[in-house]
């Protein structure tokens, strides 16, 4: 895979490219920042979009900060973000309840959602006992440190018996970054699963609902977004908003299924040895080694 650019920030101001694109869509952790740090080009860049009144969107997997958590651990690491311009996969789940008649229902709720938590901002009712657990309609797998042991046991339990019941997995990463030599941490996506996959054995199957990228919910959430904030028109082509990303299964992935110009930034997950394995909706329309 060839290496477009060193710069996406140089890229776009040549020959005035940003002309040809109706709006960006940006990754946050290892896109914009790392380690609660500003990557090169990143604050350049959102001051060009702001002052231009470029339409931008973020779009994380990160589903147990809330938008305002986010944009001031962002506003830290010197990045101009207001909560508005972020979308989570967690943001989806106000749709969900709306489209399924959900309002007021009863949650196990795993781990953390964000504060304020989005599943009561979604007009849910949260319950955390697993005691209680039979109690709830379904059952949402957040995110932060809890004890896996007592839920996880207390969810595969509840669907044994509840094997109808919603299970909702508003992240759908199976890992995270979680250290500066690598280190990874088990994602919500990758307790789902592993739920699932002993629940099979015991001859129950479950299908979760995913929110985030790669799935399409959070991207048709971004677009809503875009089109409210900044009235981006109906008419304009998915190809023409591009989706910047550093992760392949979920940035990439993602906006090639949607339809949008997807571009790779080796700036976190993604190694190059990596890259050249990508293919079909796993290889990216551009990629740039840096953000600027």
């Not at 657990?133 to 379904?138: D, F, L, N, R």
Request: hydrophobic letters at 40%; aromatic letters at 10%; one cysteine or more.
């Amino acid at each position: 895979m060839k290496i477009f650019h060193e710069s996406f920030f140089n890229w776009w101001l040549e020959n005035e490219r940003h002309k040809k694109y109706a709006a960006l869509i940006f990754d946050i952790d290892g896109t914009l920042s790392a380690a609660e740090k500003a990557l090169p080009g990143a604050t350049e860049l959102i001051l060009w979009l702001r002052k231009n009144n470029f339409p931008f969107q973020l779009l994380t997997n990160d589903g147990n900060h809330s938008t305002e958590e986010k944009s001031a651990s962002l506003e830290k690491a010197g990045l101009d973000i207001e909560p508005a311009d972020i979308v989570s996969c967690s943001s989806v789940l106000g749709s969900f309840v709306r489209k399924n008649n959900l309002a007021g229902a009863r949650f196990f709720v795993m781990g953390d959602l964000g504060e304020p938590c989005y599943a009561i901002a979604a007009g849910l009712q949260v319950e955390r006992n697993t005691r209680k657990i039979y109690s709830c309609q379904g059952i949402i797998v957040g995110e932060g440190n809890y004890d896996w042991q007592e839920n996880i046991s207390a969810a595969m339990n509840y669907f044994c018996k509840k094997p109808s019941a919603y299970f909702i997995v508003p992240n759908p990463d199976s890992y995270w970054p979680n250290g500066p030599d690598g280190e990874i941490g088990v994602g919500a996506g990758g307790k789902a699963r592993f739920i699932c996959s002993i629940l099979e054995e015991r001859g129950v199957k479950i299908r979760p609902v995913y929110f985030g990228k790669p799935y399409n919910a959070v991207f048709n959430r971004a677009i809503e977004q875009l089109r409210g904030k900044y009235g981006l028109k109906k008419s304009v082509r998915k190809e023409k908003i591009i989706m910047l990303g550093d992760s392949l299964r979920s940035d990439i992935l993602g906006a090639n299924k949607f339809g949008l110009s997807s571009a790779l930034l080796l700036t976190g997950i993604t190694e190059e040895k990596q890259l050249k394995k990508a293919k079909g909706l796993l290889a990216p329309n551009m990629v740039f080694r840096s953000l600027g």
